[in-house]
């Protein structure tokens, strides 16, 4: 619905395949997997595999440099032509490889000035490059907070690197809920629209989910995605013996959050190099290989 919506804001969302629900039967997102590094370790998680905050474990995604991403939004784009949207999530955190992603939203902005930009992190450095975000023109950007007590977030992080001390337990699970919310407030100032993925996790936080939407929609977040849990190989929660979250689990999540039209009800759960529209997987038409070979 885009009833009480600000022009600005409708402007925004309207071409945005993950903003609007009714825009993703039309529009397509791509995403250019150019930041291998990460600055956390989530327990969903696995490193050989893409950043689980957007996407589902047991893909790994090629990793392009700036240029070669330019290039394949370039290739997608004559192609695909609904295609509305960059994205970087991945295969690690953009914000943790901020070189490559910001040259890479750089060079995208040159060669394709009508594609809307966007970018998933996990919001630990976010404080310090909103105004880098500001000034590259991008105005999506979504933060995976999966908990607004550090209580709750101490069962989640295995650990968190900051300014070359590794911290672990709640104290990292503190640092982190700091640097997400400031973050937040910067992003709110800029006037850049923000959309909150959290991953549900049964027995940890999905009691915690209701707190989380109402925190985040307090603070100026457009939009509330619950994203079930799925069990990736190797990850921290396999080894604990948890089990994934159940379509019922996000259901009951989404009931108790009270957020209604702000949430978002149509993910997908991307790859990190996914092409077309939500849920129509194209990535392999464009894999390294094939997009040189089409400039
Ligand atoms: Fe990509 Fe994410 Fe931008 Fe969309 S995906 S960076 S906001 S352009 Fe979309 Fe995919 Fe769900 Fe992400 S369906 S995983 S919410
Ligand atoms: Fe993995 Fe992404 Fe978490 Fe980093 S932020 S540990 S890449 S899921």
């Given at each position: 619905s885009v009833e009480g919506l600000s022009e600005s804001i409708i402007e925004k969302v309207k071409r945005h395949p993950c903003y609007s629900e009714e825009a993703h039967h039309f529009f397509a997102r791509m995403h250019v997997a150019v930041a291998p590094a990460c600055n956390i370790q989530c327990k969903y998680c696995n490193r050989k595999y893409d950043c689980m905050n957007e996407s589902r474990p047991g893909v790994t995604s090629e990793l392009l440099t700036p240029e070669e991403a330019t290039q394949k939004v370039l290739a997608v784009g004559s192609v695909i032509r609904n295609t509305t949207v960059v994205g970087i999530a991945g295969p690690g955190d953009p914000l943790a490889n901020p070189r490559q992603t910001f040259r890479t939203f750089e060079l995208i902005r040159q060669a394709a000035p009508d594609m809307k930009l966007c970018l998933s992190t996990n919001g630990l450095?976010?404080?310090?490059?909103?105004?880098?975000?500001?000034?590259?023109?991008?105005?999506?950007?979504?933060?995976?907070?999966?908990?607004?007590?550090?209580?709750?977030?101490?069962?989640?992080?295995?650990?968190?690197?900051?300014?070359?001390?590794?911290?672990?337990?709640?104290?990292?699970?503190?640092?982190?809920?700091?640097?997400?919310?400031?973050?937040?407030?910067?992003?709110?100032?800029?006037?850049?629209?923000?959309?909150?993925?959290?991953?549900?996790?049964?027995?940890?936080?999905?009691?915690?989910?209701?707190?989380?939407?109402?925190?985040?929609?307090?603070?100026?977040?457009?939009?509330?995605?619950?994203?079930?849990?799925?069990?990736?190989?190797?990850?921290?929660?396999?080894?604990?013996?948890?089990?994934?979250?159940?379509?019922?689990?996000?259901?009951?999540?989404?009931?108790?959050?009270?957020?209604?039209?702000?949430?978002?009800?149509?993910?997908?759960?991307?790859?990190?190099?996914?092409?077309?529209?939500?849920?129509?997987?194209?990535?392999?038409?464009?894999?390294?290989?094939?997009?040189?070979?089409?400039?």
């Amino acid at each position: 619905s885009v009833e009480g919506l600000s022009e600005s804001i409708i402007e925004k969302v309207k071409r945005h395949p993950c903003y609007s629900e009714e825009a993703h039967h039309f529009f397509a997102r791509m995403h250019v997997a150019v930041a291998p590094a990460c600055n956390i370790q989530c327990k969903y998680c696995n490193r050989k595999y893409d950043c689980m905050n957007e996407s589902r474990p047991g893909v790994t995604s090629e990793l392009l440099t700036p240029e070669e991403a330019t290039q394949k939004v370039l290739a997608v784009g004559s192609v695909i032509r609904n295609t509305t949207v960059v994205g970087i999530a991945g295969p690690g955190d953009p914000l943790a490889n901020p070189r490559q992603t910001f040259r890479t939203f750089e060079l995208i902005r040159q060669a394709a000035p009508d594609m809307k930009l966007c970018l998933s992190t996990n919001g630990l450095a976010l404080p310090d490059h909103v105004d880098t975000i500001r000034e590259l023109g991008i105005d999506h950007v979504t933060i995976t907070i999966n908990a607004v007590d550090p209580e709750v977030g101490q069962h989640i992080y295995r650990y968190v690197t900051w300014q070359g001390k590794l911290l672990r337990g709640i104290e990292a699970a503190r640092l982190l809920l700091e640097r997400q919310m400031e973050g937040m407030r910067e992003l709110v100032k800029a006037g850049i629209l923000i959309k909150v993925n959290s991953v549900l996790i049964p027995g940890v936080n999905d009691v915690h989910m209701a707190d989380i939407s109402a925190e985040v929609r307090k603070r100026g977040a457009f939009l509330h995605n619950i994203m079930p849990l799925i069990i990736a190989d190797g990850s921290d929660f396999q080894k604990e013996g948890r089990r994934a979250a159940l379509p019922e689990d996000v259901a009951a999540a989404q009931e108790r959050s009270g957020a209604g039209d702000r949430l978002m009800r149509h993910c997908r759960q991307c790859r990190a190099d996914a092409v077309g529209l939500l849920g129509e997987d194209r990535s392999g038409e464009f894999t390294k290989e094939k997009f040189r070979q089409m400039s």
